[in-house]
């Protein structure tokens, strides 16, 4: 145990960074519990990191613009994809989103084979560095989530299955690069799996204090504790989700 460890330079950026997450993935969460599509965050967050593998593959800076574009528009393709599925077999829309998940993940798998530091840098996209992230990179998350945010609450039913991939992918490909698929799962699925016992009124902001939460006595726990953040922040989530749900969750009115 190190109380000493505590470094407000480094721990601010995280946690902002683990507000910036759960922004969109919340709301966004919220209706894929509704829709019955758990798995689409996996599926969609991995196709992203098989983007920025690809892009390194061939040479381009992972955290470059080029290797941005290059995930966003597979998350895209991907959401393009799951859009003629869910159209076209809605029955079993859940089954190919794990397919497609366990397609993408094995994908990258190959594309690092023979690459020294392969293993390294897909432990970071799964795990994420959410120690090390920058205000600039914050920044222009915020940007992204600003305007996904809006889309979400102007548009609201009228915004149609492909919108509803399209503005996922945009989320989660930026939070990926953050915090890394285990948490990008994490933030989505849990506060609202948590607070599904909520009234629609309440529900949105209980799920938000679960994530905040979460987060706040991970990163602590990590930082005392010496361990690493993503993994152990996955597990505050899911302990603070079930307390919440076990003794606070009121009747649905």
């Known amino acids: 145990m190190n109380l000493d460890a505590f470094n407000l330079s480094i721990l ?69 994809l799951l859009t003629w599925t869910e159209k076209r077999w809605p029955e079993i829309q859940e089954a190919l989103i794990g397919v497609l998940f366990a397609l993408a993940a094995s994908g990258g798998m190959i594309l690092v084979a023979n690459n020294p530091h392969g293993g390294e840098h897909l432990q970071e996209l799964l795990s994420g560095q959410i120690l090390w992230v920058s205000y600039t990179q914050l920044l222009s998350v915020a940007c992204l989530n600003a305007a996904i945010l809006g889309l979400w609450f102007w548009l609201g039913s009228r915004i149609g299955r492909f919108g509803f991939y399209g503005l996922f992918a945009f989320a ?50 990590s930082t005392i ?29």
């Open 12 to 80: 601010v950026p995280a946690f902002l960074a683990g507000l910036l997450v759960l922004s969109t993935h919340v709301p966004l969460g919220i209706q894929v519990l509704s829709r019955g599509i758990v798995f689409i965050d996996l599926a969609i967050a991995q196709i992203a990191t098989l983007g920025v593998i690809a892009a390194d593959r061939v040479g381009f800076e992972p955290q470059g613009w080029v290797a941005q574009v290059i995930a966003v528009t597979a998350a895209l393709l991907g959401a393009a």
């Open 172 to 221: 989660v490909t930026a939070s990926v690069q953050l915090v890394g698929v285990y948490l990008v799962f994490a933030s989505l699925i849990v506060p609202a799996l948590a607070c599904r016992g909520y009234s629609p009124r309440r529900r949105l902001v209980a799920a938000y204090a679960v994530g905040a939460a979460g987060y706040a006595l991970g990163l602590g726990l």
């Open 225 to 253: 504790f010496d361990l690493p953040s993503g993994p152990v922040v996955v597990w505050t989530l899911a302990l603070v989700g079930m307390a919440v749900h076990r003794f606070k969750s009121p009747p649905v009115e």
